[in-house]
């Protein structure tokens, strides 16, 4: 189900049962996996989003006096930046940024900023790739991503 006052870019893919609420922005070419809600989120071009995550930048998370309604504490909404991946039913919440090229292992809970090209994993569990034990931290996912790190940083210099 998509909301109004949504932005949805072209070649984007949204699986089935997804919900994508207003003031939520999706860009170019990414995928979203069915079963999963993105709630006020902005996700940056060709991310991938798996199958049942949770995604979402409100959340009432206190009530001091259980007499009156909810405390609701706005916060900020997550960034997923470009060419990040979410795994099978991550949760991430709240004002945060997933750099761009940051992997987010599938069930993790994520409530902090996720730098780029690194592995979020578990509860806010964050891990350059070169230390991942296993296979993942060798994936050419981040081989891409430090390609495209080098090429900004020298086109950077050339025109300073």
């Not at 072209?10 to 089935?16: D, K, L």
């Not at 003031?23 to 991938?48: P, W």
């Not at 994993?121 to 991942?132: A, C, S, T, V």
Request: glycine share 14%.
């Amino acid at each position: 189900m998509l909301e109004q006052f949504i932005d949805v870019q072209t070649g984007t893919a949204i699986g089935s049962r997804v919900l994508v609420t207003s003031r939520s922005s999706i860009g170019i070419g990414v995928t979203v996996g069915s079963n999963s809600v993105i709630n006020k989120a902005t996700i940056g071009d060709y991310a991938r989003i798996g199958k049942g995550c949770r995604i979402a930048g409100d959340l009432i998370h206190r009530q001091l006096d259980p007499t009156i309604p909810w405390d609701d504490a706005a916060e900020s909404a997550p960034i997923i930046d470009d060419h990040a991946f979410v795994g099978w039913g991550a949760v991430i919440v709240g004002g945060v940024n997933i750099g761009p090229g940051a992997y987010v292992c599938s069930g993790a809970l994520i409530t902090r900023d996720v730098p780029a090209g690194y592995i979020a994993y578990d509860r806010n569990k964050i891990i350059h790739p070169g230390e991942w034990p296993g296979a993942l931290g060798k994936s050419p996912f981040f081989q891409l991503t430090v390609a495209e790190d080098l090429a900004t940083a020298s086109d950077d210099g050339a025109g300073g």
